[in-house]
């Protein structure tokens, strides 16, 4: 069969060299011999492989050898599988991709039915039920795999039912390999975040919208293909950017396919940032709500003006693929090489190509190199003529000579193939012109980062994946005393060895390696998105000071989104942690002070109180000792309570125990110098290396380095002083711990205050209730806040007959219950009326007794107050009146 098709196929072409410039149907079956509906299906096939050209003379077509293939050749070199069928099933056409496939020619497959040449067991059964189920007029899609070169490919056929050449009815079959769009598909469903990272590093724009065409998300290369940033696109709606009339096919294709999970291709015109309309096809899957209802759109969109050559399966006819040919965004050229593929002619250009160089195409045509490249570019062409004869294509970049003179920097891609056995080469040249400026601009902001690096008030360094040290600013030479030449381009933790004086990992490591361990060197790291911040104590490296350090790490990252290196700021905030630390000793004095003064108010013991108040305030002012020292006088104290006392950080320490009895039991002029001081009665600092030599024996014998005395002073009078002694450095005290230091001297004073009230208050007491039981009459105390009465003398049961305890009613117990009930209104409101106003009341009521009888009373009463003018309580006597009214 096959020979016989290939004998056919030579006997139609011999028929053209009987000298006839053109022969018809009937023409080519007479001279060679074949039934005419044979030659016409022949004549079909030779036609779509560019062998002869058809051309339509009236109401007859007549065929021609054809000079040069036709564009719609160009189908032979798609990457997807073209195959056209006639309706008995028999391949009436297939393109390279198919015959590669099949490792075959094509004279060797057409003719042939798709039975004999299995399909199926290739593209699968569902490619066999499909293309006979297909009716005229229809087109319908559906996958496969196909096994290739020891790899599974997923393909998308769609078999159309179309009329051509003569009106025939045939089945165009287009295989497109969707491999890839479909594993980019199934990763977005699959997890959003790796859709994060394909589309921030892939070259297609991926892009996220709802069913109102609002954009919530568009990939970074957006900004390399359009011109617009993703944040000028993000939030606006998707109809402002595609052309209206493809829009419209756009969101009907959506709607008619909406079932499906994985949308069929789609081409639209785009328009970008300088507002040029730019082709992009488009793979689409709606996600869908529970109901089943879309609730979004994600698109994979690819700039297609680079696949020209593949977008030639879409050219059926040649004013088609013309049109396509046309309008191509980028310049395209087809050009005819010598056998040698030492000189070019231009076949033919489209009108963009001409647009951009500024010539025609014949013009074009009679262009040397040395027209349109510049002299210092030769050694360029020369690498790229080798890069395409060993690899039949090449890609570069290179600035071309317009016909103003102007530079024009641009994109090639060419391709090596044959036509008509002879070698062309199809280029599609882009201008980059705005991407030169966009990378100029970058690099210029690099050239910014750095001066503003160089002057920036903190240390920082910068370095690469590498971690090889590109960035070494003045500050952080200052601080390590590293200079920037004998740092830049090292690797093998350099950095930290200026910094820290050992070659370990620090924070800008572990955002290259991710490596968790290196966290763990560090206290409570602060991580927000890739940036990592840390306060670390550290020694500075030139001079050994202690010092403080607020440390940010974070990546740097290229215009695609993908770590380039990783930069580190240390700012120094010593000043600020040392007032942390201040504060803090002085909040921790302030709560010591405070708890003592809630335990003076509870104790009863004044020593115990005194030892309690002490020991708080030293542990907080993480002071060695505190000693309490009285003034010496000659007369005898006027209170009973001792002012005495003394508390040690270390309770073994014989040295501070020693000096503080040396100090009671001294009359000398040992501490003389403590003895001035308490006399001056002011709060008073001393290192004892400044004090006079025969007053620092007795200092150092007890290790005591400095000293700070806070003199008491009660009721104007000077008692002594509340010393602070140092022993483990010479203490500098701060003017806020002094002033805590002077609180708590007032509050050891202020104990002493309140015990001494105490004891008076307990010799008033005692007086005030032996002057009770001798007057005649009830002494009594009612408690506002509990309505307890205490009685201050044994006279009211002799009064009324009843006990206290029986009579035990807080209203009871001030006579209410035994008053006449005609009289105990008037008792009760006067004495509302003295609660309210403060004022003394005097009133007279009658009550009875125990035995049932009627004595007349007389009740004088004194509201007494607090501190803020409330009534807490009366105090009064009630006494029996019944014989003076008789």
Sequence with gaps: MTSRNNAIFEDIISAFSHGKRYLSISEVAQLCGHHRHTVARYLDSLVLSGRLEMREHGQKKKYY?????????????????????????????????????????????????????????????????????????????????????????????????????????????????????????????????????????????????DVAGTISYVSPACAMLTGFVSQ?????????????????????????????????????????????????????????????????????????????????RLALSEEKYRRLFQSAKDAIILMKLESDLSGIESLEMNNNACLMIQYSQSEFSSLGISDIVREEDYPLIEDIIRTFIENRQAFFEIDLIRRDGSILPVEVNVHLFSLQEKPVALAIARDITERRRIEAEIQEALLRLEYILEFLPDPVFVLDTNGVVTGWNREIEDLTGVPKHEIIGKAGYAYTEALYGENVPILPDYILTRDSSILSRYKHPVIEGDTIMVDIQTRNPVTGVLMWFWIKAAPLYDIQGNVIGVIETLRDITARKLMELEIKRQNEIFEAISQAGSNILQSTNFQDCVQKTIRLIGEAADVSGICLFEKKRDSNPLTSIPFKGSWFSDPYSYEFSRFYREYESSDGTSYQVIKDLVTEGKTAFRLVKNLPELDQVVFDLAGIASILLVPVIIDGEIRGCVGFLESKFERVWSKKEIYAMEIASSLIGSTIVRFQSREALARSERQFRTLAQNIPGIVFRISLSDSDVEFYNDHFETLTGYSAKELASGQISSLIPLILAEEKDQVIQTKMNAIISGEPYDLQYRIIDKQGRVRMLSERGRPVSDESGRVVSIDGIIQDITDQQD
């Excluded at 070169?149 to 050449?165: H, K």
């Excluded at 993000?234 to 709607?255: Q, T």
């Excluded at 949308?263 to 529970?290: D, Q, V, Y």
């Design 65 to 209: 050898i054809a000079d040069v293939k036709p564009e719609s050749s160009l189908l032979n070199f798609s990457s997807h599988i073209l195959i056209i069928l006639n309706t008995d099933l028999t391949i009436r056409w297939v393109n390279d991709t198919f015959l590669r496939l099949f490792n075959s020619t094509s004279e060797s497959v057409i003719g042939l039915s798709i039975e004999s040449l299995q399909l199926e067991r290739i593209f699968g059964p569902a490619f066999t039920q499909e293309v006979r189920i297909v009716s005229a007029g229809e087109t319908r899609s559906f996958e496969t795999s196909i096994d290739q070169d020891d790899n599974t490919r997923t393909y998308l056929f769609t078999i159309s039912s179309v009329s051509f050449f003569q009106e025939r009815p045939a089945l165009v079959i287009n295989g497109e390999d969707i491999t890839e769009k479909h594993t980019l598909l199934e990763a977005i469903r699959v997890n959003e975040s790796n859709l994060r990272l394909i589309t921030e590093s892939v070259r297609d724009i991926i892009i996220r919208w």
């Design 232 to 312: 000028e696109i993000k939030g606006r709606n998707i109809s402002e950017f595609i052309h209206p009339d493809d829009y419209a096919a756009l969101r009907k294709e959506l709607r008619d396919v909406s079932g499906f999970v994985h949308k069929p291709p789609a081409s639209f015109r785009f328009r970008n940032l300088n507002g040029e309309w730019i082709w992009f096809e488009t793979t689409t899957t709606p996600l869908l709500s529970e109901s089943g209802e879309i609730e979004e759109y994600i698109s994979v969109w690819r700039d297609i003006t680079e696949r020209l050559e593949a977008e030639t």
